[in-house]
């Protein structure tokens, strides 16, 4: 192991490079003007795997292109399947970052750029540690295989097929990856369990094109009014969503959870601060942490309607529409869920209007048993490489393939996160910090000693 430690310590200026090399790819799975990025960014990631000594491939799917990649030959299975996804958000507003999105910048010891927390950092932590592996003992302690995808960002759509149709060549004990975070600052962590999520787009139509508001205000229904209204009624006064059935199938959390949850190390003001905002709001009766990791909720993600442009424009628009959430949490199912949601919202919307609601993703909840030989595994791992044990922790986030390899694989996933929880993924400012890089590089490297054993 010395010899590994030794060649990573020797490189993380050169694997700091490619990691910003990656970076510049505007790999946005989004946006189809950015579709030969996203291959570019595939095509780069199977570069570093092969520099690394590893043999692997581009695969076509039904959308953007997977990176697949094994240590050993032939077919069998691998110890762990190393998962991470190689496409990233758009940039949204360019005005709230304080450097380009996609020209990577070093400030505070940290690499600030669109996808260097979620993922491309924490997936190349698995690469750089199999190229340390590689260099200096010609194989990896165990045998082990890659699954990067260039989809993630946009829910995965071509991914389980692309599971079902390779299961043979996928084949492993563990999946492995690293696309959540730490629990704060100095408190690494393993997560045990991600909530599941629903995502709908509601739209109200009212009259053929948007009118004059004095001509025509108070006459005939205003979709903004109608909209604030139908969303208003989602909620009670405590914070609990009113969709009939919604909390009917929720798993209650244990005393022994319970009690190990309250013990973490967590600041709510710290928290707060953190976040900038003035005060801790949520379902009546639970922490924050229950609220955010084992509750499930009801979110507004974007309301569209009306005039948005500088200045005023009194007009009553021909229609409004939202995006909504819900993330969900072990037991709750997402097509009942789903279902729920379209019957409440075609309850409450007055025929004034006309209503239509479109589906987006949706994924069911996912826990790992805390008993797993391999969450001990990784935890070891996840000790040697910061120098200090991790907490373990629920993350309130959804990753929607992770029952996809269960059902598929019959693989436990393995979830190592490495980055901060402010680290603005998804939002202007993202970053990773260097040194949460490095110690993920080398924890990385412990785990494939670590899962072999």
């Known amino acids: 192991m010395d010899k590994v430690l030794a060649y990573i310590e020797g490189h993380k200026k050169d694997f700091l490079d490619r990691f910003c090399d990656l970076l510049r790819v505007q790999s946005t799975s989004a946006q189809s003007d950015h579709r030969a990025d996203v291959r570019k960014a595939a095509e ?17 799917t039904a959308g953007h292109p997977a990176v697949v990649a094994d240590s050993g030959d032939g077919p069998g299975k691998a110890k762990a399947l190393i998962y991470g996804h190689y496409d990233v958000q758009p940039e949204g507003d360019l005005k709230l970052w304080h450097s380009p999105p996609f020209e990577p910048t070093i400030r505070d010891g940290a690499v600030y750029a669109r996808g260097s927390a979620d993922d491309k950092g924490q997936m190349l932590t698995h690469v750089f540690a199999a190229e340390a592996w590689m260099k200096t003992h010609g194989k990896l302690p165990v045998r082990v295989k890659y699954l990067i995808e260039g989809e993630e960002e946009v829910g995965s759509p071509s991914l389980p097929d692309f599971i079902k149709q390779h299961k043979e060549r996928l084949a492993c004990d563990y999946v492995a990856l690293s696309d959540t975070s730490q629990l704060k600052a100095g408190v690494p962590a393993i997560t045990y369990g991600t909530r599941g999520l629903v995502y709908m787009e509601v739209f109200l139509y009212g009259p053929k094109q948007n009118l004059h508001s004095g001509s025509f205000g108070g006459t005939i229904a205003n979709p903004a009014n109608v909209l604030a209204a139908m969303i208003a009624s989602m909620k009670d006064a405590k914070h609990r969503v009113t969709i009939p059935g919604f909390y009917d199938d929720v798993a209650r959390l244990s005393d022994k959870e319970k009690k190990a949850l309250g013990e973490l190390p967590f600041d709510e003001k710290e928290y707060l601060a953190e976040l900038g905002s003035p005060a801790a709001v949520g379902e009546e009766g639970f922490t924050t942490n229950e609220r955010r990791w084992v509750r499930p909720t009801l979110e507004v993600n974007g309301i569209i309607g009306g005039y948005t442009g500088e200045g005023a424009s009194t007009v009553i628009p021909a229609q409004a529409s939202a995006k909504v959430s819900m993330r969900l949490v072990p037991n709750q199912h997402a097509e009942k869920i789903r279902d729920a949601f379209e019957a409440y919202v075609g309850k409450v919307c007055p025929p004034t209007v006309r209503l239509e609601i479109k589906r987006h993703g949706a994924a069911d909840a996912y826990m790992i048993p805390l008993d797993s030989p391999g969450i001990a595994a990784a935890a070891r791992a996840v000790e040697k490489g910061f120098g200090k044990k991790p907490v373990f922790m629920r993350e309130g986030g959804s990753l929607p393939i992770l029952p996809m390899f269960k059902q598929v694989l019959g693989a436990d996933s393995l979830l190592m ?37």
Request: hydrophobic share 45%; proline share 4%; glycine share 12%.
């Open 417 to 453: 996160g490495f980055c901060m929880p402010t680290c603005n993924a998804h939002g202007p400012n993202e970053f990773f910090h260097v040194h949460d890089f490095e110690a993920g590089i080398r924890t990385a490297a412990h785990f494939l000693a670590e899962i072999a054993a």
């Open 44 to 60: 780069m990631t199977l570069g570093f795997l092969k520099q690394a000594g590893i043999k692997g491939q581009v695969m076509e």
